[in-house]
């Protein structure tokens, strides 16, 4: 159907908002986004100035408040979300900050899913804590758990789905309701499908949360983060930004834009080369077990097949045996890049029970599945069968 309104990109799907919207092109004509590398606006008079300043005339001030650069970055996330607006934050970190700060108070209660990155249970169960801030950790899949957690001051649920390093789907038509139900916000961290593969506002989310250090950049150059949502909340975010500081800088944008501009057509590769690698991995004698939730008989399949349209390039395995098994195929592999970051162009490989989730007591992780021979892999966009070859030499160095 035409769409004869203003807007040029008014339906328009997904791979053409990630190319093309929030720019607003200057009188220079200029083709590529450019860069604001500026931290203070001038004025055109004394009055002018004021205006700003009193909030009667929109227009940029200082790049703590407004820049440019950053405002196309949230304008892009915001379409590709289907959010009403963006901020952008210095980290995925500042993110979740931000928007706890904005939306939460002391005496206020959160219900956490246990399996969301370690740093944000931190967040949460420590700092937020201090300010009278009280958070329930629940396992992501026990919804009984969910709702037996929920008290009447509980203002907020937060989760990542799928979680990290397991794959584990959340049904979030479920908890959508169950957060409209009990009158608090939900909000989703999406940085492992990322708009491209799931769209958690279109089925009831409240607010989105980014790491935009992983797949919105998706080569792995700069820190950033993103909250997208409807304008009320994300203007109360805006406010604490604006106060607290933790913005996102002009080049970092910058560089998120362009990522943002491949962001499709590099999920869908990461996702291909993740399920030929899941189904690979299972052939192999060393391997015990595959958590890749576009397996067929991954739990979370069938869920996964209906609210993502990928099934993302995260995945982990256990190897016969114990840690010292894990760590020699891990020392095995010749170019896999052995670090904890993900949504990269290089493929990285980690071992989750000694790095990212070593904080948590042996008990902690053995509710969470987490075993010493799990390894988890970030597939990256080499040939699939290079990375195969590079398993291979791991699993021949297991002795
Ligand atoms: C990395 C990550 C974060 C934190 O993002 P930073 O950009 O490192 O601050 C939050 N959530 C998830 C799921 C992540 O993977």
């Given at each position: 159907?035409?769409d004869?309104?203003?807007?040029?990109?008014?339906?328009?799907?997904?791979?053409?908002?990630?190319?093309?919207?929030?720019?607003?092109?200057?009188?220079?004509?200029?083709?590529?986004?450019?860069?604001?590398?500026?931290?203070?606006?001038?004025?055109?008079?004394?009055?002018?100035?004021?205006?700003?300043f009193?909030?009667?005339?929109?227009?940029?001030?200082?790049?703590?408040?407004?820049?440019?650069?950053?405002?196309?970055?949230?304008?892009?996330?915001?379409?590709?979300?289907?959010?009403?607006d963006?901020?952008?934050?210095?980290?995925?970190?500042a993110?979740?900050?931000?928007?706890?700060?904005?939306?939460?108070?002391?005496g206020?209660?959160?219900?956490?899913?246990?399996?969301?990155?370690?740093?944000?249970?931190?967040?949460?169960g420590?700092?937020?804590?201090?300010?009278?801030?009280?958070?329930?950790?629940?396992?992501l899949?026990?919804?009984?758990?969910?709702?037996?957690?929920?008290?009447?001051?509980?203002?907020?649920?937060?989760?990542?789905?799928?979680?990290?390093?397991?794959?584990?789907?959340?049904?979030?038509?479920?908890?959508?309701?169950?957060?409209?139900?009990?009158?608090?916000?939900?909000v989703?961290?999406?940085?492992?499908?990322?708009?491209?593969?799931?769209?958690?506002?279109?089925?009831?989310?409240d607010?989105?949360?980014?790491?935009?250090t992983?797949?919105?950049?998706g080569?792995?150059?700069?820190?950033?983060?993103a909250?997208?949502?409807?304008?009320?909340?994300?203007?109360?975010?805006?406010?604490?930004l604006?106060?607290?500081?933790?913005?996102m800088?002009?080049?970092?944008?910058?560089?998120?834009?362009?990522?943002?501009?491949?962001?499709?057509?590099r999920?869908?590769a990461?996702s291909?080369?993740?399920?030929?690698?899941?189904?690979?991995?299972?052939?192999?004698?060393?391997?015990?077990?595959?958590?890749?939730?576009?397996?067929?008989?991954?739990?979370g399949?069938?869920?996964?097949?209906?609210?993502?349209?990928?099934f993302?390039?995260?995945?982990?395995?256990?190897?016969?045996?114990?840690?010292?098994?894990?760590?020699?195929?891990?020392?095995?592999?010749?170019f896999?890049?052995?670090?904890?970051?993900?949504?990269?162009?290089?493929?990285?490989?980690?071992?989750?029970a000694?790095?990212?989730?070593?904080?948590?007591?042996d008990?902690?992780?053995?509710l969470a599945?987490?075993g010493?021979?799990?390894?988890r892999?970030?597939?990256?966009?080499?040939?699939?069968?290079?990375?195969?070859?590079?398993?291979?030499r791991?699993?021949d160095a297991?002795?």
């Amino acid at each position: 159907m035409t769409d004869y309104s203003d807007d040029p990109l008014a339906g328009a799907g997904l791979d053409t908002l990630a190319v093309r919207a929030g720019i607003a092109r200057t009188h220079e004509g200029e083709h590529s986004e450019p860069i604001f590398a500026t931290s203070s606006y001038v004025f055109g008079s004394a009055a002018e100035a004021a205006a700003r300043f009193g909030g009667e005339e929109s227009g940029n001030v200082y790049s703590r408040y407004t820049n440019p650069t950053v405002r196309t970055f949230e304008q892009r996330i915001a379409a590709l979300e289907g959010g009403e607006d963006a901020v952008g934050t210095a980290s995925g970190m500042a993110a979740i900050l931000s928007t706890a700060m904005a939306l939460l108070k002391a005496g206020d209660h959160v219900v956490c899913s246990r399996d969301v990155f370690g740093t944000t249970t931190n967040l949460f169960g420590k700092y937020l804590a201090k300010f009278g801030i009280e958070t329930s950790f629940v396992p992501l899949l026990d919804g009984a758990a969910w709702e037996a957690a929920i008290r009447p001051e509980t203002a907020m649920l937060f989760m990542e789905t799928p979680s990290n390093p397991l794959c584990e789907v959340a049904d979030l038509a479920f908890f959508s309701d169950l957060a409209k139900t009990n009158d608090c916000l939900l909000v989703v961290d999406n940085c492992f499908c990322t708009p491209a593969l799931q769209k958690p506002i279109a089925m009831g989310a409240d607010i989105v949360v980014h790491s935009a250090t992983k797949y919105l950049d998706g080569q792995g150059r700069c820190v950033g983060g993103a909250v997208v949502g409807r304008r009320e909340h994300m203007a109360e975010v805006e406010t604490f930004l604006r106060t607290c500081g933790p913005t996102m800088s002009a080049f970092n944008a910058w560089v998120f834009l362009k990522g943002l501009e491949t962001l499709r057509i590099r999920m869908q590769a990461h996702s291909d080369a993740a399920l030929s690698l899941a189904r690979w991995l299972r052939e192999q004698p060393e391997v015990e077990r595959v958590y890749y939730a576009g397996l067929e008989d991954h739990p979370g399949h069938a869920l996964a097949k209906r609210q993502q349209s990928a099934f993302g390039g995260v995945l982990s395995f256990e190897v016969k045996g114990a840690r010292e098994q894990a760590w020699q195929c891990i020392d095995g592999t010749r170019f896999l890049s052995l670090t904890a970051n993900l949504g990269d162009a290089k493929t990285t490989i980690v071992h989750p029970a000694t790095t990212t989730h070593g904080r948590l007591t042996d008990e902690q992780r053995g509710l969470a599945g987490i075993g010493q021979n799990l390894i988890r892999i970030s597939v990256g966009l080499e040939d699939v069968e290079d990375i195969k070859a590079d398993l291979r030499r791991g699993f021949d160095a297991i002795g």
